[in-house]
């Protein structure tokens, strides 16, 4: 069932097209780097703060509201660009384990992001920060490290991408 | 020229550092993950910065307060990414050096984003002090930001180049 519906949007004229043109494919491609950089690195940037070792000048509140809008803009342009990509080889990627465990990484990272964008206006009025917070920013920078080796791993093991 | 740098390609990718990485089982895809990790952090803070200066996004603090308070997690990460692209690079640099799409991104994109950063970044304590981004931020602010995207764009197309 799955299998099938991967097959026919596989051979969807428009993904075929989309990725058999050089110049399309590098297209989706820089798009889905781009904006996994912007993504992981805000991310990872209030995670940071989170931990009392970066942007010290700044509230976590104040950059989180900075970055955080970035963050969902990119990930909004990863997932999209993502889904492209996988779309061209998807009777490949639905049985391929590795490429399970990037996209169950993920979603938990973006879980984890959702839970420190929602704490950290709530942590900012304490005293301190809570020691279970700064445990959630490790989970999420954690994650995300997880989800770029998951990511160059699929490649790397299974030749897929 | 170009047999002095595949000479130098030959040499750098024949030295024990570099044939272990290529040798091992595992280590590659760590040291590109290593590169990816570093140039989150390098590309984040400097899309966030150039957006700043466009005038673009969430304006309760200034550009200037922005850049200085990611200043030190900006150059780690580039430095991390140097770090991981530079072991990328040995172990097939005498690929690299004949490949036109890494010439460019080494040789033109990356001096020029650089530079511009630099230049952003050294600006923006000045640009920052106006409630609005005069014209100049929101050109430099966009023209640093169109480099790192040429960047990535050449970074993808080397295999399309080899």
Avoid: C
Avoid at chain 2, 47 to 58: E, H, K, P, R, Y
Avoid at chain 2, 61 to 78: D, R, Y
Avoid at chain 2, 142 to 148: G, M, N, R, Y
């Amino acid at each position: 069932m799955l299998l099938q519906l991967a097959r026919s949007l596989q051979n969807n004229s428009f993904i075929i097209s989309l990725n058999s043109t050089a110049w399309s494919a590098a297209a989706t491609e820089i798009v889905h780097y781009f904006s996994m950089f912007v993504l992981v690195g805000t991310t990872a940037i209030v995670d940071l703060r989170v931990l009392g070792v970066a942007a010290r000048t700044q509230s976590p509140t104040q950059l989180a509201e900075r970055l955080f809008p970035w963050t969902w803009a990119a990930l909004a342009f990863n997932v999209l660009s993502g889904f492209l990509m996988f779309a061209g080889d998807a009777v490949v990627y639905i049985p391929n384990s590795l490429f399970h465990a990037k996209l169950i990484t993920v979603l938990f990272a973006v879980a984890f992001g959702i839970a420190v964008q929602w704490g950290v206006p709530r942590w900012d009025r304490l005293p301190a920060i809570p020691a279970w917070a700064k445990i959630l920013a490790v989970a999420s920078l954690a994650l995300w490290v997880g989800a770029i080796i998951a990511g160059v791993e699929v490649p790397a093991l299974t030749g897929v991408g | 020229m170009e047999s002095v740098l595949i000479g130098f390609g030959h040499w750098l990718q024949t030295r024990a550092f570099a044939t272990s990485i290529a040798e091992s089982d595992w280590a590659y895809p760590y040291v590109q993950a290593t590169h990816f990790v570093g140039l989150s952090l390098w590309i984040s803070t400097n899309v966030a910065l150039d957006l700043s200066l466009l005038g673009i996004g969430n304006k309760s603090e200034s550009p200037a307060k922005l850049s200085s308070a990611l200043f030190v997690w900006n150059w780690l990460g580039l430095a991390i990414a140097i770090t991981g692209g530079f072991l990328l690079f040995s172990v097939n640099a005498s690929m690299y050096v004949t490949n036109v799409a890494f010439l460019t991104k080494l040789g033109l994109l990356i001096p020029l984003g650089l530079a511009m950063h630099i230049f952003n970044q050294w600006k923006v304590r000045e640009w920052g002090l106006n409630p609005e981004m005069p014209v100049a931020a929101r050109i430099a602010g966009l023209t640093e930001l169109v480099l790192w995207v040429g960047v990535a764009s050449a970074a993808v197309s080397i295999p399309y180049a080899a």
